[in-house]
């Protein structure tokens, strides 16, 4: 491969763009992860997590992808037979539906078009029916990255309520989390599962589990699913801290600390209003070009990644090839139910309105090169939109 001069863009929606102070603060000798100075370093980061997270409570930090975040949220909260009540958004559902599944659980998994969040009015409907409270955990994915729509998570703990059901609240913050709000404690969230190299700017290789109080007191209990890497018992200590019982991933920690700082420097409230700016402008553009977005409901429109369906007889893989080859510009593969049908911007992590405008302007040049059928004046519509101000 011979230089390819500039920037790339990188558009893919995970792992995202690495802002240059994370960079530099991975950029560290070896510390010692039982020393002082790390342990400063954990004491900041948990603190920052709190607040990405909402919440009040321990979030555990692990070594490994979002997918070690999701086996871990289980493992320790379920027993072997136990049924949980699951929400087809997309892929990442699927996958998080499989992964119970060889654990053991029985899965009711209710069906979704890929196009829409969570059916909330199932889950209802499901959570009334089970008088005998065979259900112990509901599971849905906030952010469906496959499809860039979102279901309304704030609304399931009313839900619950209603029903009387004491089913543990599991929710998958992937793509979601340090771009748009996620508020642990308010929406009355038992476990949420989170993952380091989505908005949270970072390399893949940490997994978090938010713990809420339940969740940690069901998993003290022995009867649990088969445990030893996951164990929260062996990470959270009893006042809520936690302990590595393997070694840590000390440089991502020091570029997690980092990534938080700058998170709260540039305040929660200012980056979620960016994604959605960001997310909006995108849309501008798909609906300039005469394109379809895969969300249907504008409730639902995701601020973190927007799948765009291409025209019948367009392959996106042809087209994501282009972008690359011509432009340098990464985009999101299609996937599931998906391939070969849509391609994914993703707009989220550390980003601002001209890396988006460069993206959007190699989108609609790939899709003159690949000859896919569109209205010119995609980038102009967006550039209106930000131009605005606000
Ligand atoms: C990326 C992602 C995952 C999987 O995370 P890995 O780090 O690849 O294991 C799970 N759920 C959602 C919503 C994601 O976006």
Not at 62 to 86: C, H, I, K, R
Request: aromatic residues 8%.
């Amino acid at each position: 491969m011979s230089y390819r001069p500039g920037r790339q863009f990188f558009h893919a929606p995970g792992p995202t763009n690495l802002p240059e102070r994370v960079l530099r603060a991975m950029d560290h000798v070896t510390m010692d992860f039982r020393g002082d100075a790390f342990n400063a370093v954990v004491a900041e980061a948990a603190e920052g997590l709190k607040a990405v997270y909402g919440t009040r409570h321990t979030v555990a930090v692990m070594t490994s992808s979002g997918q070690g975040a999701w086996e871990a949220a289980m493992v320790n909260t379920l027993a072997p037979g136990d049924t949980v009540l699951m929400t087809e958004t997309g892929l990442f559902s699927d996958l998080w539906r499989q992964l119970a599944q060889k654990l053991g659980l029985n899965v009711d998994y209710l069906p979704g078009d890929w196009r829409h969040g969570a059916d909330l009015d199932r889950v209802a409907e499901r959570l009334h029916a089970d008088r005998e409270h065979r259900i112990k955990a509901v599971c849905v994915v906030h952010n469906e990255t496959a499809t860039g729509v979102t279901s309304r998570i704030e609304r399931l703990r009313p839900i619950l309520d209603d029903a009387r059901h004491p089913a543990l609240l599991m929710i998958d913050t992937i793509s979601s989390a340090g771009s748009m709000p996620y508020r642990h404690d308010d929406w009355g969230i038992d476990v949420g599962v989170g993952g380091s190299q989505k908005g949270l700017m970072l390399p893949p290789g940490l997994g978090f589990n938010v713990i809420g109080p339940r969740a940690l007191e069901i998993a003290r209990r022995d009867d649990r699913l088969q445990r030893h890497y996951w164990d929260w018992r062996r990470m959270v200590r009893d006042d809520g801290s936690t302990h590595f019982p393997y070694t840590a991933a000390v440089h991502l920690f020091l570029g997690l600390r980092e990534a938080l700082r700058l998170l709260q420097e540039e305040g929660l409230d200012a980056v979620f209003a960016r994604h959605s700016r960001l997310a909006a402008a995108t849309r501008c553009a798909v609906e300039a070009w005469g394109l379809a977005v895969a969300c249907l409901d504008p409730a639902e429109y995701s601020a973190s990644v927007t799948t765009v369906l291409m025209p019948d007889g367009h392959d996106s893989e042809a087209f994501r090839a282009r972008a690359l080859s011509d432009f340098d510009l990464v985009l999101g593969s299609s996937l599931g139910r998906f391939s070969g049908r849509a391609f994914r911007i993703a707009h989220m992590g550390d980003l601002n309105a001209l890396m988006l405008i460069g993206a959007l302007g190699g989108v609609e040049m790939a899709l003159a090169r690949c000859g896919v059928p569109h209205r010119p004046g995609g980038v102009d519509a967006a550039m209106a939109f930000l131009a605005k101000g606000g």
